[in-house]
């Protein structure tokens, strides 16, 4: 096995994922647009994605991810909105897409058509969170299209499968239809259900942080893998699992909490950026299996399919937003009016993704009936186009919509005032919690020690209040950002210390390395202190 091309994807995706966090260009969208560059080079290894590699490899640890970093309690409150689009939406835009583009393009047949339609319906985990997290959406928002993405790639999944059968001469029925939807939907939820618990307390019982990290990467496989062994629905059980740890994760001990959170974010940087170039990549593949002399029709039905993805959503996002208020006062009453702004937003926030592209790479060549599967390379294709036409028009106009529109954004001094009156109200727990301690003649401190305890509890007390406060008039900086340098500065002048006492001999590297990550651990909490 050659892993030179492995190896070039990882390397060239992070350098320019990281060369984009220096633009004002999402990185998602400088991905994308590198892979479509280089896609031609001379030398440049063709890429092909793998439907086989994509779903069960790539897809679980990415919802899995974005899962855990959602709000459990948040998307309970916005379920309403999340459940018409990740499936009301996404069933709506299979038969609207699928049968514009059985009308737009001569010759392909319905069942076909229906097949695009479920291709490129679910707007993508990976895009809708990259861009999301850049472009600072208000938080009802964000919280309603990462619900959606989590869901609507389960709905896609099997509408996909539905068609397909159909497509091929399984002879498929709207009623079995609607059974397979449930049985996936219904069993993923079921195995999700059924693994969290116990998932959870072996994190619980496993002593080492290394061993519970071990596990942490395993879960989303597991979970994906023993659902669509009995061919219900991997996401669903992904997204259950990841939302009940997320839930539970404060009973983790505190060591594998930081080991996860770094291994965790490496993973995704890795696997975001990959993905995202080879989208861009898929160009040759896909324009050499297009194989046709009217170039200029192909070019009509890709912007046509586009325009019609793109209507569709608004279509669905206004009524189902709007309607349910209009017939229920109840529901008045229960959530704020999201206003046309917000749903404006949410509309034109319908990036498509590696999902759509893996999907449509794993349709068959042949039906059952051993002739071509119609319009294969021309659904290849489209697809291709809508994703990059997604990507790169919604992705690149989205911040300039959300300044424009002024939408409001997360109110940093509310959150910190509330930040604030948590951690005091945490303080006076933990300070007479102390005192109780300090009580028993069991837990006899000197006083020093004593003392110093009470001064990290003050000093956690005091650290977002300081925020607050004026930044120097000298410097410009603020308490939080002089007291992070300062305590820096002198942790650095320890470290150089130690180190010159490793070089002179006096100790041996152990005892460095022991030492070194004594003041890595202070600084990080320094730094966590004044960085939420």
């Not at 709000?71 to 916005?78: E, K």
């Not at 996936?184 to 990290?213: D, S, T």
């Not at 650290?463 to 650095?492: C, F, H, K, S």
């Amino acid at each position: 096995m050659d892993v030179m091309p492995l190896l070039l994807l990882v390397a060239g995706s992070a350098v320019v994922a990281g060369a984009g966090r220096r633009t004002p260009v999402p990185a998602p969208l400088l991905l994308v647009a590198a892979g479509l560059a280089v896609s031609y080079v001379p030398g440049v290894p063709d890429y092909h994605i793998d439907p086989h590699v994509v779903l069960p490899l790539i897809l679980p640890p990415l919802l899995h991810l974005a899962a855990i970093d959602s709000s459990y309690l948040d998307l309970r409150a916005q379920i309403r909105p999340v459940a018409l689009l990740s499936v009301g939406y996404v069933l709506f835009a299979t038969v609207a897409v699928g049968w514009a583009a059985h009308l737009i393009v001569p010759g392909l047949p319905l069942t076909a058509a229906l097949v695009l339609g479920a291709v490129v319906a679910p707007p993508d985990a990976v895009a809708a969170t990259a861009v999301a997290r850049r472009v600072g959406l208000p938080s009802r928002i964000t919280t309603i299209l990462q619900g959606e993405s989590l869901v609507n790639d389960a709905t896609a999944i099997t509408a996909y499968r539905v068609a397909l059968a159909a497509a091929v001469g399984e002879g498929a029925t709207w009623a079995g239809g609607i059974a397979e939807f449930l049985v996936a939907a219904i069993g993923g939820i079921g195995i999700g259900l059924v693994l969290m618990v116990p998932i959870h307390w072996l994190r619980l019982h496993l002593k080492e942080a290394l061993l519970q990290n071990t596990l942490s990467l395993l879960i989303p496989f597991i979970a994906y893998a023993v659902a669509e062994q009995v061919h219900a629905s991997g996401v669903l059980a992904v997204v259950v699992v990841a939302l009940y740890l997320g839930h539970r994760a404060w009973q983790v001990d505190f060591a594998t909490r930081l080991q996860e959170g770094a291994v965790w974010k490496m993973v995704a940087f890795v696997l975001e950026s990959a993905v995202f170039a080879l989208i861009g990549l898929q160009l040759p593949v896909v324009l050499s299996g297009l194989g046709t002399d009217d170039n200029w029709s192909v070019v009509w039905y890709a912007v046509a399919l586009f325009l019609v993805v793109v209507a569709a959503r608004f279509v669905w996002v206004y009524p189902a937003t709007f309607l349910p208020r209009m017939l229920s006062a109840r529901l008045r009453e229960r959530e704020t009016n999201p206003g046309w702004k917000g749903t404006f937003i949410i509309s034109w926030a319908g990036m498509r993704g590696v999902v759509s592209l893996a999907i449509a790479f794993s349709i068959p060549v042949t039906m059952h009936n051993g002739e071509p599967f119609p319009g294969r390379n021309l659904i290849l294709f489209l697809t291709f186009t809508t994703v990059i036409g997604t990507l790169v028009l919604q992705g690149l106009t989205l911040p300039a919509l959300i300044r424009l529109l002024k939408l409001p954004g997360r109110d940093a001094q509310a959150e910190t005032l509330t930040e604030a009156n948590a951690q005091a109200q945490a303080s006076r727990a933990a300070e007479q919690r102390l005192d109780e301690l300090l009580a028993d003649e069991r837990n006899a401190l000197p006083e020093p020690l004593a003392d110093r305890l009470r001064a990290v509890l003050e000093r956690r007390r005091n650290a977002v209040w300081e925020r607050l406060g004026q930044p120097n008039p000298v410097t410009g900086e603020t308490a939080d950002d002089t007291y992070r340098r300062l305590a820096g500065e002198m942790i650095g002048a320890e470290r150089e210390v130690f180190v010159r006492l490793r070089d002179a001999r006096y100790m041996d590297d152990e005892m460095l390395r022991s030492l070194l990550r004594r003041l890595d651990l202070e600084e990080a909490a320094a730094y966590r202190e004044t960085h939420p």
